[in-house]
């Protein structure tokens, strides 16, 4: 298994709504990330689990949560999000630095209403 | 920390021309560099990468580039683009960290 799976592929929510984002893969990899990409930008980075172990947190509001179950799973907690929240997020995984390739999902494209 | 710029915004090209996208990177260490492509409404997939060794780098669909350190660039290279080629090209660079860092990307568009 050489993916990473995002689910949900879409997801509409209300300003007042919580939801969560849900990222697996089976490669063996150990460290995760989401990534935040805005029409016709480059993805942003959010946030890099290591070993299970939040290590990079880049200044992302506290209305996004990341939780790390296992190894195998990122997800990301939604609650009280803003319309500019509305974007396209990525999960990615890799083994840890240095020399790691990226393998990224294929998105979730929020939509905050 | 590192950072990554491409000049080129939107390239325009003609089927059959030739295609080199503009990557320069700025970190002090060692580095990894990647070129993604994004189609359009889909997913970022790897073209290729470099860690070590030859600085030419072979890609998937006839994609190359070159690590030029003294130049701390990354170019990428196409010598003849095809109308499927039509899409968002992001270089990104790590260095000795987790973080893998994208540059502003580039938009190709080709014509028949």
């Known amino acids: 298994d050489t993916e990473v799976t995002q689910t949900p592929k879409h997801l509409v929510m209300g300003m007042t709504n919580k939801k969560s984002l849900k990222c697996e893969q089976h490669?063996?990899?150990?460290?995760m990330y989401w990534y935040k990409q805005k029409a016709k930008k480059p993805p942003e980075l959010m946030f890099v689990y290591s070993y299970e172990k939040l290590s990079i947190n880049e200044s992302v509001p506290s209305r996004f949560s990341p939780e790390c179950p296992n190894s195998s799973l990122l997800n990301l907690h939604l609650h009280a999000l803003q319309p500019e929240d509305s974007a396209l997020y990525l999960c990615a995984s890799s083994q840890p630095a240095p020399g790691g390739g990226y393998t990224f999902g294929s998105g979730t494209r929020l939509t905050v209403v | 920390a590192q950072s990554v710029s491409q000049h080129n915004h939107h390239v325009i090209l003609s089927e059959a021309a030739s295609l080199e996208l503009g990557c320069n990177y700025s970190?002090?260490?060692?580095?990894?560099l990647f070129w993604y492509v994004q189609y359009p409404g889909q997913h970022l997939q790897l073209l290729l990468k470099y860690f070590s060794g030859d600085p030419l780098v072979k890609g998937i669909k006839g994609f190359e580039a070159e690590f030029i350190k003294s130049k701390f660039s990354f170019n990428l290279r196409k010598p003849s683009v095809q109308w499927s080629d039509t899409a968002e090209y992001f270089c990104?660079?790590?260095?000795?960290?987790?973080?893998?860092?994208f540059g502003t990307g580039t938009r190709l568009q080709v014509f028949p």
């Open positions: 990104a660079v790590k260095g000795n960290t987790d973080k893998l860092i």
């Open positions: 970190y002090g260490g060692t580095v990894n």
């Open positions: 490669m063996g990899h150990r460290a």
